[in-house]
């Protein structure tokens, strides 16, 4: 299908100006044909967005028709005028569309502080006609606010298709970040199954990344099935995971003022969480990520991220630290023969891949960050003024 992005059967999209952005759009909604099989996972961060709360209550029988996105205010520690504000939205979106608001998956991105503008948006939502269309592009528009493009992908599965929508650029270390991500498909999939295959595809895909290791307050990944399509539910599983996994990749690559992509493997561990949080640890250092952008090889950042690991087994006369294919690290001694090659490929590419073998077990992990940038300090050194 190349790069064409495929809808599922059954899913209409809105993207408008409310009000909440001075002139972008910042309201979108996707609406289902019928109630859907859903689940959804969200924010660890207990200093959580209004949305998180009803949203998980919405979710809890497994059954959603819809799902409403407000953004550039996060509607965060905003209290109980904030929540009220949320069930305000759902009430007229219920009311207009025909649709319970039990029914109905609120989400929050932007700002953390202010109270949304609710008189605008209830008098547009009173007000102003709604006309769905089954194109997506201004829900994908809408719901972005650091992001400098929009990140959608689809793939079939047999006579299926799986679309995904997501938006996300800074405050991302998924635990799950300003990070929403919406997975919409026409496949049957039983209540029962949804949930188990979307935290098995969200744990190897969007829990692999990094931007700047802050858990957003507002995280959401939903995944809502219309039941249009038999499919074989491994089939599916692959499908999804692999969606997510790129989708996941699009909001390294759109992060906040990067200019590479780190792809840190750690192998031969003691366990894969091991590995995870080892490989966490070193996309997630400032001066690892500040080496990134300076092209600066300097294993020895690499080397104080492994041994500030909680309960990370190794031994560190074992550890070998490579770039792509060079061997930085090993035997305890810098491999200083080849820094002149690896300094050139820090140079010349991009996507730069880095493998730690801690030669303790047989466990191993991806995660994937990003350098941090003069960019990102500009960026979010003035994001609220």
Known sequence: ??????????FKFYGTHVGIKKKRKDFGLIVADKVCHAAAVFTKNTFCGE????????????????????????????????????????ECL???LQVEKENILPSSTGLIGPQLPIDLIEDFLKTESIEMKENYEDFAQAILTTDQQMKVRSLKVGDATILGIVKGSGMIEPNMATMLAYVLTDAKIAKEAIYPMLKTAVDQSFNTISIDSDTSTSDTVALLASNHYEVDQTAFQTGLNQLCKDLALAVVKDAEGATKTMFVTVKNAVSQEQAKNAGKSIINSPLVKTALFGNDPNWGRIAMALGKTEGLIFD?????VYYGQYPIFSNNSEEKQNISQILAYIEQNEDIYLTVDLHQGTEQFEVIGCDLSYEYVKINSDYSS
Do not use: D, F
Not at 3 to 10: A, F, M, Q, R, Y
Not at 66 to 77: F, M, Q
């Open 51 to 90: 949305c998180i709360p009803i949203g998980k209550e919405h979710v809890s029988n497994a059954e959603l028709q819809a799902v409403v996105v407000t953004s550039g205010i996060a509607n965060v520690a905003t209290g109980k005028v904030g929540r009220e504000n949320e069930y305000k939205i759902l």
């Open 316 to 320: 560190q006369n074992k550890v070998a």
């Open 94 to 96: 219920a009311n207009k």
């Open 1 to 10: 299908m190349g790069n064409e992005i495929k809808v599922p059967k059954g």
